[in-house]
């Protein structure tokens, strides 16, 4: 009864901002938009109720592991809720907020980007290792092609490589972007095929 | 005079109609053949082997809005994390789910209970099972790599919205002995799962999971639904290229 | 705050990014506690911020705000958001948790018919008129030459574009040994999109590997920056 209920909801409001895109009735637009405008609400409730599990799961982590893990859990906890306090208190562009921000977890966010830069080069030999079929091998070649044309090499610009009109644009502007239009049409596809599953009941991730 | 707003109207009815045509058809003649793809068998192989290992699973479902594409992305993930924990849930450490934003999370967790629900083992769900390890999408990360590093998992399922840090994680797995398997809505997400991933789903491969993981009716009928649209979308294409090329429009 | 308190905080500032920095640069060597000890003050951190960027940008303004402060249409407006955010808490209890599955169904149900929207008007239909509107063969302000180059990259958009398409067909007919196999002509268009994605993904991950590596140059410049005083004083 009670997941009978939950599919109801979800079809009618679905069915209602689904007819908002494509009718043309300001009723329905003006449903849409005011139904949209709750999600994001919504979003914002769900968001602290995911901060609540962050806590909860490290709090029990706290109270039941030993040694090494209890300690970063209350590292977690600690700048959490200090975080949550000072933004909380003085607001979230208040210097010393920012200061969080800029002396905490931007040096972080750019450190843990530059990581990739060592991660993709050890990704990229393992995938020769494991398999160095035709398409791995256009794919890499292609990346190569892309960096290599990305900057003068050894400060020479290789004419058909760098510049207008050289492989490097080519890539850029005509196969590149052919490949990935059709990808995005096949993932257009394939969202539209998952998204009328739910909105036919078929698949209810809210539970049964 | 044909608005966008009809079209795409007539194209929803058409694909809804479609999927209702093909569903009944498959239940009563049930079977439809897909072509193989090998990262479906590889993560049921995947779930098999963490049963018998007595090591998790890992579904890493992003950090995407539950909002246009990235809600389409997290549907995907959602079912996926279904199929894995019910078959993996008899295992001694059932399989655990993390995301990077609040409602997924929450769907997480409903997931999970559903697919325990589902094999009567309702009294061995644990909420934290589906947890949220960060909020933003680097932050989520790098709490997914701490995850699968003391979790020591068996396999990482990326299924879901998430960008090129997405290598990161595959990276983690693979350091203790794991392998990754999974897709993207992204772009950067898919290229650098080519590199790092055992098996990658490319583009609408990540999208079929439905169909290859759970054969119901519905699911299937959908591919068909989507190969049917494929098709005319392809033979729009090239009959809007001909008038083009011939000034005609 | 005045001017001495502002230079030690940056000083202080500059200190907690150096050792953050080389902390989370320790990772190259493989997870150990210095790592960890970093992203859990990260996590920490940034879950806290983007809670009180919440409350300030969307929970206060829009609903709570609205509802002590608001006029009687506004408090009609925000009663169901009201009724459904309270039932969403309740997820937070695993013993009530399941009074929260019709926010989470409306949640569901908007999400999945903006997915369907989004993917019908903003993808499927802008690519599909890029695609024929590529082989325009009178460009404004070109020649003729031009003209030809314009419709043979054209020619080359569509063909990798309808043939990656093609590459995702899914059905199939069981072929020797029960395989499923598609036939041997779709397998031919299929392989071309496979290369046309080869090409697209290879070109995303050169661009993902340069954003890394900005990030990496700017990381190791802070860090010169930050060690060249403190080596060579003066």
């Given at each position: 009864m009670k997941s009978a209920f939950s599919a109801a909801i979800a079809i009618t409001f679905g069915l209602v901002v689904l007819a908002g895109y494509f009718i043309d009735l300001s009723l329905l637009v003006l449903l849409r938009d005011v139904f949209l405008r709750y999600t994001v609400i919504l979003a914002a409730i769900a968001l602290v109720v995911g901060v609540v599990n962050l806590l909860m799961v490290h709090w029990r982590k706290m109270s039941t592991a030993q040694g090494g893990s209890s300690i970063y859990s209350l590292l977690l906890v600690v700048s959490l809720i200090l975080t949550a306090i000072i933004a909380g208190l003085l607001g979230p562009t208040n210097t010393l907020a920012l200061w969080i921000y800029q002396y905490v977890q931007l040096p972080v966010e750019s450190s843990v980007m530059a990581l990739l830069t060592v991660v993709l080069v050890v990704a990229a030999a393992r995938m020769l290792r494991r398999s160095a079929n035709w398409f791995n091998l256009l794919f890499l070649a292609t990346a190569l092609v892309m960096l290599a044309g990305a900057v003068p090499l050894f400060g020479l610009n290789i004419p058909g490589l760098h510049g207008a009109g050289g492989l490097r644009e080519w890539i850029a502007g005509v196969p590149s972007v052919a490949g990935g239009r059709g990808l995005l049409l096949g993932i257009g596809l394939g969202t539209i095929a998952v998204g009328l599953r739910v909105i036919l009941g078929a698949d209810r991730p809210y539970g049964r | 005079m044909i608005t966008p707003g009809i079209l795409g109207l007539a194209f929803v009815l058409l694909f809804l109609a479609l999927m209702l045509v093909f569903a009944a058809m498959g239940r009563r003649r049930p079977g439809g053949n897909l072509r193989v793809l090998r990262a479906y068998q590889r993560l049921t192989q995947a779930i098999g082997i963490a049963v018998e290992s007595g090591r998790c699973m890992h579904v890493s479902l992003g950090s995407g809005e539950f909002n246009g594409l990235q809600a389409g992305a997290a549907l995907v993930g959602l079912g996926v994390l279904e199929r894995v924990a019910r078959t993996a849930s008899i295992s001694d450490k059932p399989s655990i789910a993390t995301s990077g934003d609040g409602t997924l999370g929450i769907l997480s967790q409903d997931t999970m209970s559903t697919a325990f629900a589902a094999i009567g083992a309702s009294n061995q769900f644990d909420p934290n099972l589906g947890q949220v390890v960060g909020i933003t999408p680097l932050s989520y990360v790098t709490g997914t790599v701490q995850v699968v590093s003391s979790e020591q998992v068996s396999a990482t399922v990326i299924a879901g919205h998430i960008g090129s840090e997405a290598a990161l994680i595959a990276d983690a797995t693979s350091q203790i002995g794991g392998i990754t398997l999974g897709g993207s809505d992204s772009l950067p997400a898919q290229a650098v799962l080519v590199a790092s991933a055992q098996e990658p789903l490319l583009g609408e491969e990540f999208y079929a999971a439905a169909a290859y993981l759970n054969s119901s009716a519905i699911n299937t009928a959908s591919l068909r639904a989507q190969d049917f649209f494929r098709w005319t979308l392809i033979v729009a294409m090239l009959v809007g290229a001909v008038l083009k090329i011939l000034g005609v429009v | 705050m005045n001017l001495e308190s502002s230079a030690l905080m940056e000083l202080i500032g500059g200190l907690v990014g150096f050792f953050l920095t080389v902390m989370v640069f320790s990772y190259i060597l493989g997870d150990n506690p210095f790592f960890r000890v970093s992203i859990n003050l990260f996590i920490g951190a940034s879950a806290g911020y983007a809670l009180i960027v919440a409350w300030y940008s969307v929970i206060w303004p829009q609903?709570?705000?609205?509802?002590?402060?608001?006029?009687?249409?506004?408090?009609?407006?925000?009663?169901?958001?009201?009724?459904?955010?309270?039932?969403?808490?309740?997820?937070?209890?695993?013993?009530?948790?399941?009074?929260?599955?019709?926010?989470?169904?409306?949640?569901?149900?908007?999400?999945?018919?903006?997915?369907?929207?989004?993917?019908?008007?903003?993808t499927i239909f802008p690519q599909v008129l890029a695609a024929i509107n590529a082989l325009d063969w009178n460009p404004a302000g070109r020649g003729p030459g031009e003209a030809w180059l314009q419709v043979a990259s054209g020619l080359v958009l569509l063909v990798g574009t309808t043939s990656t398409l093609a590459y995702f067909h899914f059905g199939a007919r069981p072929g020797l040994g029960g395989v499923p196999r598609r036939s041997p002509w779709l397998e031919i268009v299929a392989q071309i999109g496979k290369g046309f994605i080869a090409v697209t993904l290879g070109a995303t991950f050169a661009g993902a590997f340069l954003a890394a590596f900005a990030a990496l140059v700017e990381r190791l410049e802070f860090l010169r920056e930050f060690l060249t005083p403190l080596i060579f004083p003066g």
């Open positions: - | - | 609903l709570l705000s609205p509802l002590i402060f608001g006029g009687q249409s506004e408090r009609l407006f925000v009663l169901f958001p009201l009724i459904f955010a309270g039932l969403l808490l309740l997820k937070m209890s695993s013993r009530l948790s399941w009074f929260g599955s019709p926010a989470v169904a409306f949640l569901v149900g908007v999400g999945a018919a903006t997915a369907v929207g989004g993917a019908v008007i903003g």
